[in-house]
């Protein structure tokens, strides 16, 4: 079975810096995905970033990108020019090989961006 | 606009008293899901739907029933709902039967906040 690992439970930053989210999983898989999902205030989970496990370049969204280092099956986020709006919780989610499109999500970290 | 509409989004109800969270899509996608999310435990799969009339149970269906009779439509039901059943929860769609490598993202909706005294 899938398992997703975030051993932080919460972080703080200050705005304009930059930090970075652990994140590991273990599979026995070749070619996935793998996802960063946002939880605002707000409670909606929004998608942040999504990298595919055959490209070896790592994906970038504007501020945000991913470290992905497949041999050591860890999947980072980094957040550059934090800003106060990245105050949210993070999670990190591998989807399950078969039918079902289930994801497997970690514990999640909270993050705090301080002015 | 393409999203997922869940109702309630806040509830607070006794031990026993059944109840039914719906969750509707307008993006014709074939597959929903039913999440819970506790702290410290993440977002666990409760039920999931390949298709209309196709359900199968997720990580943690106990106390959970579900319906499709609809594409669009994927209701949450609470017969006996309990204390434990406290919880946000999420329904989430996507297209596609199923995601062997994940390529189909999920669409969550916007939670629902169930508390049960």
């Known amino acids: ?115 | 606009e393409a999203q997922v509409t869940q109702n309630p989004r806040y509830l607070i109800t006794v031990t026993g008293k059944k109840l039914t969270v719906t969750c509707s899509q307008n993006m014709n996608h074939e597959y929903m899901s039913w999440y819970r999310q506790d702290p410290g435990l993440g977002l666990r799969q409760i039920y999931y739907s390949m298709n209309v009339e196709v359900t199968d149970k997720g990580d943690v269906p106990e106390g959970y029933k579900v319906s499709r009779k609809e594409k669009r439509n994927f209701p949450l039901i609470l017969e006996s709902p309990s204390p434990n059943q406290t919880s946000l929860y999420f329904c989430a769609s996507s297209h596609g039967q199923g995601s062997l490598s994940g390529a189909n993202v999920l669409t969550f909706g916007a939670g629902s906040r169930l508390t049960v005294l």
């Open chain 1, 1 to 115: 079975a899938q398992t997703v690992t975030q051993s932080q439970p919460e972080m703080s930053v200050q705005e304009a810096e930059t930090v970075t989210l652990s994140c590991t999983y273990d599979t026995s898989e070749s070619n996935y995905y793998l996802f960063w999902y946002k939880q605002p205030p707000s409670r909606q989970m929004i998608l942040v970033i999504r990298q595919e496990a055959y490209k070896q370049q790592n994906a970038t969204e504007n501020r945000f990108s991913v470290n992905f280092q497949k041999a050591a099956k860890s999947f980072s986020l980094k957040i550059s020019d934090s800003q106060l709006g990245d105050t949210a919780m993070y999670f990190c989610a591998f989807p399950s090989t078969g039918a079902n499109s289930k994801l497997t999500f970690g514990k999640g970290i909270t993050l705090s961006v301080r002015p």
